[in-house]
């Protein structure tokens, strides 16, 4: 229709006519868009070609748990046989096969399905320990077709990728599409780092590979946003990197178990109000929130508002980053980290441990009352009574938020009672006093922000507030 009316208004001479030059040059883009985009300096396979020779390396998977019965009658088993579908993907000929530990933990049996109906019992290699991978073994009568794993971090928004999985138990199913966004964190793991895509993924696709244009598996098809818990795809799809996933795979491959490396640290990104309290409006990376006492973090002189401005050869973007770079390093082996700290760079290199479990969580805190600061905050010193009431350590000091003044900037930017302020920028806090005595400091120095770190209920966490009225 658009072509139609810009004839038309040329042919009653409103628009004057192009010239001819300039319509060849355009049939010529044309003609190099319709061609589709390159990968890797190949030009794209069409998607019937691209589907038929990944068809035969994509598996349906079906699982059986035993689950209690809501209501058993008497003398009736008070276990039920629940039977669920997911999907896969083959990597090794000799019978390996990928999928998401969600689909296959807890089964009491694993069926694998391929395309031409033959139905094969898989037995679990492991999972991982904190991704959503698992490896699977079949024992096939011939060589199976394998899917390759290619390379997540080349992946653009507004690549086309193509979905296969068994939604709804249905079979093989393909769907198509392009990457939305990438680097998404859905909750999932503190890891996440998920390709966002609108080809479809429904119930039963987890576990199935997300492929490029070169029919390569760049991601595996995990979680999808929907309207309704039981809903279908609303064109908000979730898959795993293969760039992680990989690492995962080849560990279970090898050991029959994955781990995951860590330092004893935890960190935040480095957001432009975070670098404008640290006076460096130009500084990125992770800055430090939590070093665990006796970790390698700390025996390698980690300390608590250091900022990561390099891992190995790798700019951290923000925490999770970092954390992943830190995760797949070598266990045993030191990591070298640039470390920004009040100006100055440094070189650590702490060794990296294997994570032994998650860690827990602490229980969330009531409030209780005291009178207001400049921040709009209501503060309690943290006494021995209040630390063994909020599960403080005894070495750990701070003061409790009791209250939150509606409509300040620190009710906005999401702090509530319970929350325990333990730095003023690098100051220690362990009075009320003390807070208020390092804002004046801060002003001193005309900062417009002020950091605070503050334990919540969920973890610790850097906040800039800022100090100029009427500024976010």
Known sequence: MIGQTADREWAQGSLPRPDPGWIHLTVLLIGLLLAGPAWGGQPQADLPTLIAAALPGVVNISTIRLEPKPHPMPGEPTLRQVLSYGSGFVVDPSGLIVTNRHLVESSEAITVVFQDGTRLPATLVGAGQRLDVALLRVAPTEKLTALRFGPSNKLRIGDTVVAIGNPLGLGASVTAGIVSALNRNIGETIFDDFVQTDAAINHGDSGGPLLNASGEVVAINTAFDSATPKGGSIGIGFALPSDAAAIVVDRLRRYGRSWVGVIGALFQEVTPDIAMGLREPELRGAIVTSVRAGGPAEQAGLRVGDVVILAGDKAPADERALLRIIAGWSIGSKIPLSVWRAGTTLTLAPVVKALPAPAQQPAPQPPLSSSWSELGLGLAALTPALRAEYKQGADETGVVVVS??????????????????????????????????????????????VLLLVHGHERRRWYALSLNPGMP
């Not at 302020?421 to 390092?438: F, S, T, W």
């Open 404 to 449: 939150v003044q509606p409509g300040s900037v620190a009710a906005q930017l999401g702090l509530g009672p319970g929350d325990v302020i333990l730095r003023v920028g690098a100051q220690q806090i362990a009075r009320v006093d003390e807070v208020q005595q390092a804002i004046e400091e801060v002003k001193k120095n005309r900062q417009p922000y």
